[in-house]
């Protein structure tokens, strides 16, 4: 609880100074970042070593700041002063402040919360706009103070934060692991960066992060009393700018650079050469480095050293932006060197690429700026070489190395290529109808597509030609099939106008700017026979006179037809089984509309439920009704008699159908009425039956033999009674009507 109290207490007091006077600077949009480089006198005394880190470090934050705004805040067990540097050109003057205090100082405690209070107020107190930063170095982790003194600590980087600024922390070589943690955290909370510079690893991203230097290493190692360490530097073309960053842990150790010609170069000698120097690091800077092969040599005593090469060079080699390549088609590679954007010419300079797939096969081509092959101009600055066709679409990775015959530097860049499926037309003969001459048929038909998919082009991106087979070109137009809103289509018919049979050949291009490239492709059709009839029997003749002729033809017949049907006679009456039950109403037929117009006197038998004849014909008559009967393995007998292919019916007739017995009447009748004449007609019938089977073996009920005639007998006697048998059959009318047969 006492924390947490003592933290709150500072936080709040801190805020409360803090909003009294920092609104003012943060309104102030024109107001500059500044930065208080506050060095612990107290801790830097501890050995020679942190003496010339903490100057290293204090040299190296001030030339960070081209404006030259900074501050010095110098401070032991109390803060000793803090003065400002406002204008370029007064940071040797403040350096030789700061070597001075750090020679006069003795080591001792650490005033570091004094020490943050005072650049707090001091920031307040210019309204310093946020990005304003306190740098602090120092090996003082407060190992020897309670939690309380070290939360405390903690809480003002938290307090710098909140205002925009930042606590970066540069940590001195004697640091312990514990006060390294512990300050590292306070940076951390700070919003800032924590450098320890006990490592060459720290003095390097001291270095890189306020002057914006780097590089490759081009040596580190570790240097005896006497030892060298030699490297060679290669410098391409054009280069503007060369920085050799030197850094040792130790002071003691020294390096020279020699430029391709063997002359020492420095910042004495030559009036493009700029030196920063400090204690552990060394900053040397080239401008506009002669092309060539550099060498670098460091010497000297005792330490582990390392020295970076950052070569800055405007020329950029890349691939010159091209759509992709199509699918099956060989293309080109283009790479150019440019400075600002545009190629530079390179005599004598050497372009190799690397292309590898996606499985990582590799293959290695050479890139020429001839004029020669796919290079279009000689000497432009734009290196060309030619790709082989894929048969897939991929993607190529891409690796570029720019290299010279007299030069061994080597500039590197990267990139991608592409391949794409393109549209693709096809062209199919088509099936032509006979035709007359000079009229248009489709002789072929175009589709455009991309892979398996409709491409949709306009008419105009579509060349067509059609030929006869000895060559002849013949008049053609293009027609959509189903085109868009805006007239694209991907289906086209092609019309031509033949003037004589024989076979027609369509070809076809199609140029189309896709995925940014114009690109063009061909196709051939296969043949398509085309007939021309020869002209009408009437010269002259218009072709719509016969057409009307015949359709006045078919009217006229068609009126007839209508006028003999409306004379025919509507199909009536009914038919009754033997109980008296109606089967069917011939009134209520159902016809088809064309039966009804053409022939509506005739209805079929197998139209008629409850008959149980398939084929057959009731042709409805004025005078009557008439039957028609084609048979087919039935028996259909009439009043007990077998029925010919034309039978007259009349009112009150008996049909005997497959065993069944049903009358035709002209009007209703009665259901008692006729079963009383059905008992009357199915008697005979029975028995009819029952001397078949006696006299026919296997006999079946409403299979009749296709000739109703009695069996041959062996006397006269036995004719006689089966002749009078087989009128027994016969119902009572009509049996009473019929002659006897001789003999009876």
């Known amino acids: 609880m006492r924390l947490v109290t003592l933290v709150t207490g500072v936080i709040v007091l801190a805020l409360a100074l803090a909003l009294t006077r920092v609104p003012s600077a943060q309104a102030d949009g024109r107001a500059v970042p500044t930065t208080i480089i506050a060095v612990d006198l107290g801790a830097a005394a501890q050995t020679q070593h942190d003496r010339d880190v903490a100057l290293t470090a204090s040299r190296v934050i001030a030339e960070s700041r081209k404006d030259g705004k900074f501050a010095i805040l110098a401070y032991e067990s109390a803060v000793l002063e803090i003065e400002a540097y406002s204008m370029p050109g007064t940071i040797e003057p403040a350096m030789g402040r700061v070597n001075g205090m750090l020679n006069r100082a003795t080591p001792g405690a650490s005033g570091q ?17 946020s990005g304003s930063r306190l740098v602090v170095i120092t090996s003082d982790g407060l190992d020897r103070e309670t939690s309380d003194t070290r939360q405390r600590l903690v809480g003002y980087g938290s307090l710098f934060a909140s205002q925009g600024w930042h606590v970066d922390v540069v940590m001195l070589a004697s640091a312990s692991p514990t006060a390294r943690a512990y300050l590292s955290r306070i940076a951390e ?185 796919v290079d279009r101009i000689a000497g432009d600055g734009l290196f060309s070489v030619a790709v082989p066709a894929t048969e897939v679409q991929t993607r190529y990775d891409v690796d570029l190395k720019l290299s010279w015959a007299n030069y061994g530097a080597v500039i590197n860049g990267r990139g991608s290529l592409q391949s794409e499926v393109f549209p693709k037309i096809a062209i199919e003969s088509v099936a032509v109808e006979p035709m007359q001459e000079g009229g248009k048929a489709a002789v072929a038909r175009i589709q455009v597509k991309v892979g398996e998919y409709p491409y949709p082009v306009k008419a105009s991106d579509l060349t067509v030609r059609v030929q006869t087979s000895e060559g002849a ?91 003999l049907n409306a004379r025919r006679t509507a199909p009536s009456g009914y038919l009754y089984d033997d109980k008296g039950r109606m089967l069917y109403d011939f009134s209520r037929v159902k016809q088809t509309r064309l039966h009804r117009l053409l022939a509506r006197n005739y209805v079929n038998c197998a139209d008629v439920p409850g008959v149980g004849v398939d084929s057959g014909m009731f042709v409805f008559r004025k005078n009557g009704l008439e039957l028609r009967y084609r048979g087919n393995g039935q028996s259909l007998r009439v009043n007990g008699r077998p029925a010919s292919k034309r039978v007259e019916l009349h009112d009150g007739v008996w049909l005997g159908i497959s065993g069944r017995l049903m009358t035709y009447t002209v009007g209703h009748q009665t259901r008692e009425a006729v079963a009383a004449q059905g008992a009357a007609a199915a008697a005979p019938v029975a028995e009819h039956e029952q001397i078949r089977r006696r006299v026919l073996p296997g006999f079946v009920p409403g ?42």
Do not use: C
Request: aromatic share 4%.
């Open 113 to 129: 919360l004094k020490a943050y209070s005072a650049a707090y107020e001091y920031l307040a107190e210019v309204r310093a706009p």
């Open 189 to 373: 909370v700070g919003a800032g960066r924590a450098y320890d510079l006990g490592t060459l690893d720290g003095l390097k991203n001291l270095t890189g992060d306020s002057l914006g230097v780097g590089g490759k290493p081009a040596i580190e190692t570790t240097l005896g009393v006497g030892d060298a360490a030699l490297a060679q530097i290669e410098v391409a073309p054009r280069a503007d700018r060369m920085t050799v960053t030197f850094l040792q842990e130790v002071p003691g150790a020294s390096f020279e650079l020699y430029d391709p010609r063997g002359a020492r170069s420095d910042h004495v000698s030559n009036p493009n050469v700029k030196l920063f120097s400090s204690p552990s690091i060394a900053v040397l800077e080239v401008k506009a480095p002669e092309a060539g092969t550099w060498s670098l040599r460091a010497s000297g005593g005792g330490s582990t050293v390392r020295a970076d090469i950052q070569i800055d060079n405007p020329m950029k080699l890349a691939i010159v932006p091209q759509p992709p390549i199509p699918v099956g088609q060989s293309g080109s590679l283009v790479a150019a060197a440019t400075i600002n954007g545009l190629p530079t010419p390179l005599p004598g300079a050497i372009i190799e690429t690397t292309i590898r797939d996606a499985g990582g096969k590799a293959v290695v081509y050479k890139l020429l700026d001839d004029g020669r092959g």
């Open 473 to 563: 070109s013949v008049a053609s137009t293009l027609q959509a099939v189903n085109p868009l809103s805006d007239g694209s289509a991907w289906q086209y018919q092609v019309l031509a106008a033949p003037a004589e049979s024989g076979q027609y050949i369509a070809t076809g291009r199609l140029d189309v700017v896709h995925l940014g490239r114009l690109f063009t492709a061909t196709a051939v059709g296969s043949p398509s026979r085309v007939e021309i009839l020869p002209p009408p029997p009437i010269p002259g003749t218009p072709m719509w006179v016969y057409g009307a002729a015949g359709a006045g033809i078919l009217t006229v017949l068609a009126g007839m037809a209508l006028g």
């Open 703 to 744: 299979r009749l033999p296709v000739q109703d005639a009695a069996p041959a007998a062996t006397d006269s006697g036995q004719s006689a009674k089966s002749a009078a048998e087989a009128r027994k059959d016969e119902p009572p009318t009509q049996r009473a009507a019929s002659p006897a047969p001789a003999g009876d």
